[in-house]
């Protein structure tokens, strides 16, 4: 047990994202007993609850937060109240993006792991998943089209003309390569880079460079794949794939994909990364206006998040173990939110889910 007090920045948000939050806090109570570890948790505001508390999605004030933490845990931005607004105010173009170019955030990690139990949960046929499905999608975070300049919409004489920029430079794309060849060597060594080089200028740089960080890397295995080819591996032959990295927009669009392929958007963390520990966690399903509310949201991701930022910002790999065993294992009993229940299963609501976790975590089960 060490005496360091931690320092996370807590951003709900919005939607499913403040109950979500408060379940994993449940977790992350147990987890702070149990392992000795000590947090403190300061909450900022971020999205449409920051605009309407203070006239923006991303307010100075929770910048400062984040600056002043180890990491942040964040919830999920966005929801139909907002969507009137002009598309640069809107919580996902204004709070989230910013987020990860203020912080230089530009590996996103985002696992795909299918549970063994969760198996008729894949839309896949179950012979397809047999074999099982864990992939590590490692997406490019702060280039590309999302920022790429210019970007813009002009008149012209014809009506109107928008242009988004697709732009990389070769620093770009060889420190997220990096990273998904550091982390092919815990797997099962081998990167999969998604692009279009049939096609994209950006593509054969990408090819170049990420060829040359695989020869730093001898013992993993580097193989191309065109995107729509892997958009349609993601769902033939799920089991081909160990980390596959992509440009940013590839991986937005695949993530979601092999999201999808392992049960549910509502069990899958994520962690974008800078130079250093900094980090930013959060589940990949996003605000999930339909079911706000109502305490039914799977607590899941967020939990997962959570381990994710103990082992990569925090360093305390076995508290983040914890929490991933007592996930196991509270789904190895039968434990199930509705996104994950099959028709004769019984459901429980976000806390009682994330109260199951806790409990594991308190008691140290579920050792794998
Ligand atoms: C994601 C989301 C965001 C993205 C949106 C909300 C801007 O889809 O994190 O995958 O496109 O990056
Ligand atoms: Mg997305």
Redesign the pocket.
């Given at each position: 047990m060490s005496n360091k007090v931690y320092r996370i920045a807590v951003l709900a948000g919005d939607g499913i994202g403040p109950e979500v939050m408060s379940a994993t806090m449940r977790v992350a109570e147990e987890v702070e007993k149990r392992h000795g570890v000590q947090i403190e948790w300061k909450d900022g505001l971020v999205g449409g609850a920051a605009i309407d508390a203070k006239g923006k999605a991303l307010p100075e004030e929770t910048i400062e937060l984040c600056r002043s933490a180890q990491a942040v845990l964040f919830g999920s931005v966005?929801g139909p109240k907002w969507e009137t607004l002009p598309p640069n105010e809107q919580p996902?173009?204004a709070a989230?993006?910013p987020l990860r170019k203020t912080f230089g955030l530009y590996a996103?990690l985002r696992p795909a792991v299918l549970y063994p139990e969760l198996v008729a949960c894949s839309p896949l046929r179950p012979d397809r998943v047999a074999a099982g499905f864990d992939v590590l999608v490692v997406r490019e975070?702060t280039g590309g089209l999302?920022f790429g300049q210019p970007k813009e919409t002009t008149q012209t004489a014809r009506g109107e003309r928008a242009v988004d920029t697709m732009v990389y430079e070769t620093h770009e794309i060889e420190r997220v390569a990096e990273v998904a060849f550091r982390a092919a060597a815990h797997r099962k060594k081998r990167v999969t880079l998604a692009d279009k080089a049939n096609v994209l200028e950006t593509s054969l740089l990408w090819r170049k460079v990420v060829r040359g960080v695989a020869a730093k890397h001898p013992s993993i295995t580097l193989d191309f794949i065109y995107a729509d080819n892997a958009a349609m591996q993601l769902v033939r032959d799920p089991a081909r794939f160990d980390v596959l990295l992509c440009e940013?927009l590839f991986g937005?669009m695949l993530?979601?994909q092999a999201a999808a392929v392992a049960g549910s958007l509502g069990m899958l963390p994520?962690a974008s990364l800078g130079e250093g520990s900094f980090g930013l966690y959060?589940p990949?399903g996003?605000s999930a206006p339909d079911i706000a509310g109502k305490g039914v949201a799977n607590p899941i991701a967020q939990i997962l998040s959570l381990a994710l930022l103990l082992e990569m910002s925090l360093g305390e790999l076995e508290a983040a173990q914890s929490v991933r065993r007592a996930v196991a294992e509270a789904i190895r009993e039968g434990w199930r939110t509705a996104d994950v229940a099959g028709p004769t299963e019984k459901k429980v609501g976000t806390r009682a889910m994330a109260q199951e976790i806790a409990r594991r975590v308190a008691l140290g089960r579920g050792k794998s």
């Open positions: 966005g996902e173009r989230l993006l996103n975070l999302y940013n937005d993530s979601d994520s959060e990949a996003g």
